[in-house]
């Protein structure tokens, strides 16, 4: 199967690579996995005060396309608020990197990814 | 289709590979095209899906992962497709950690070893899993058949991880 060229160029020179300290009150983490495949990602994002994601970084252990999905991303994410990050649907991370239907679960990885990292975020926030 | 019916065997994960093995022989010779080079085009067809089936369940009832999601599907709960992802925060950590750990085992001073170690621990970690999956699969209520479907979900990261560390191996010592 051939990756398209946007999958390669965030393979080859993924963004954004790295992590936070989990423990920063102001850094969402969120772990996710796929058990079809067994890969594993990890997204942290770094949230100002008025809830807007000022940086993320990405580590995942996974094919090509689950690498491309976390890091486009963490370049989607910076500068929106964290309530725009989670309408970032796995369709649109699909139809930019062009996943042929075998690695749609690869964009489902990084949506959910975005979700378990705000989801962390607001039980860290809600006292 | 019911590959432990097609086998004879007890729907049930601990199962006799020995018997497994002689009763899919004996099904593949029984059922294998040669025998019915003769026989009218209907009958020749129906051999080949039958022994299309024989050697598609062996594969099944052979692997324990896909021996234990062919029992939760005879229970009607689908694992082979699906797309959900797991959270589990804690496993997930550990599933990096493994794979930081491999990762580095290329710089380390004995390679070799550092694998062996790795493949160790995550070899204690899924017999712990298969086991406790054993036992729900057992328990066979619906509670248990979804707990069950958690521990197969974490199975398939240990072989997953298995296997890289596997791939690893060939690239380092050129086996």
């Known amino acids: ?127 | 289709m019911n590959f432990f019916e097609l086998f004879a065997l007890p729907v049930q994960f601990e199962i006799d590979l020995g018997t497994l093995s002689t009763r899919y022989k004996t099904l593949a010779q029984l059922t294998h095209p040669d025998k019915f080079a003769n026989a009218g085009s209907a009958e020749k067809l129906m051999m080949v899906q039958k022994n299309a089936q024989v050697n598609d369940g062996y594969q099944v009832l052979k692997n324990p992962i896909t021996r234990a999601e062919h029992i939760l599907e005879t229970r009607g709960i689908e694992l082979k497709h699906e797309q959900q992802t797991v959270q589990d925060t804690e496993f997930l950590m550990q599933q990096m950690e493994w794979r930081e750990q491999l990762e580095s085992a290329q710089h380390q001073n004995d390679p070799e070893q550092h694998l062996a170690d790795l493949d160790s621990d995550i070899g204690v970690q899924s017999k712990a899993h298969t086991q406790r999956l054993s036992e729900l699969l057992n328990e066979d209520s619906e509670e248990a058949n979804h707990l069950a479907a958690s521990e197969l979900r974490k199975l398939k990261f240990m072989a997953k991880l298995h296997k890289e560390i596997e791939l690893q191996e060939e690239k380092l010592f050129d086996i």
């Open chain 1, 1 to 127: 199967m051939a990756y398209s060229e946007k999958v390669i160029d965030h393979y080859e020179n993924p963004r954004n690579v790295g992590g936070f300290d989990k423990n920063d009150p102001s850094v969402a983490t969120g772990m996710v996995g796929a058990p079809a495949c067994g890969d594993v990602m990890k997204l942290q994002l770094k949230v100002s005060e008025n809830g807007v994601i000022e940086d993320a970084k990405f580590k995942t252990y996974g094919c090509g396309s689950a690498i491309a999905s976390s890091s486009l991303v963490t370049e989607w994410v910076k500068g929106k608020t964290i309530d725009e990050a989670v309408s970032i649907k796995n369709t649109d991370i699909a139809e930019e990197l062009a996943l042929p239907p075998v690695k749609i679960h690869c964009s489902i990885l990084a949506e959910d990814a975005i979700k378990a990292a705000v989801e962390d975020y607001k039980s860290k926030n809600s006292n």
